[in-house]
């Protein structure tokens, strides 16, 4: 199966089960209230993953390192190039939170380049650590922020092309500069508040 193909189908299911979100009478229940926060949050991540890789491959990768036709910069509006895949990912988050309050998500790491994409809580540190420690595993767990109680799931952000090792590895701000294809630089971490 093609990466589109794969793409579509996966963006269906996530429709599909965000669709399921609302009841017969059109109001939106929570996610939680048709589908189990795990297979919801897993779902949202299957999404987010592929477009993230396809940007970082398809575009940042192929457009900058391998036919150099325009370079990616953290200041990309004044540099006019690409917004780097972090940037992108967090724009689309943004747009995300302004649209529904059913999930929200973020890019964090515990060798961030930007100091804000640092873990916050016990349950954003811990699940960092557990993924960054065991590869192919999520982390899933129960935390309560502000008096509300939510459903946190991390998952592991990996290098997926050269663009990522170099970004990150030659940063003047990185904490770490050994990352390898296929490391595990970071996670993202997807909360749905339960009712």
Avoid at 112 to 140: C, H, M, R, W
Avoid at 160 to 185: L, R
Wanted: aromatic letters at 8%.
């Amino acid at each position: 199966m093609n990466i589109k193909r794969m793409a579509i189908l996966v963006g269906a299911a996530a429709v599909l089960a965000l669709a399921s979100g609302c009841s017969s009478g059109g109001e939106a229940e929570t996610p939680a209230a048709s589908i189990d926060p795990q297979t919801f949050t897993d779902s949202l991540f299957a999404v987010m993953s592929s477009d993230r890789a396809v940007y970082t491959q398809k575009v940042v990768n192929r457009l900058q390192n391998d036919e150099k036709v325009i370079k990616a910069s953290e200041h990309f509006e004044d540099d006019k190039a690409l917004p780097l895949p972090a940037q992108m990912f967090r724009f689309g988050a943004e747009m995300v939170g302004e649209k529904t309050d059913k999930f929200s998500y973020q890019l964090l790491s515990l060798w961030p380049i930007n100091k804000q994409n640092e873990p916050k809580t016990d349950v954003e540190k811990k699940g960092l650590e557990f993924i960054s420690a065991n590869p192919g595993k999520n982390f899933y767990a129960d935390e309560e922020l502000g008096g509300k109680r939510y459903f946190t799931a991390v998952y592991a952000d990996k290098a997926v092309a050269p663009a990522c090792v170099t970004c990150h590895n030659d940063h003047k701000d990185t904490p770490k500069t050994d990352f390898k294809i296929g490391d595990t630089m970071g996670g993202v971490v997807i909360r749905v508040p339960m009712s």
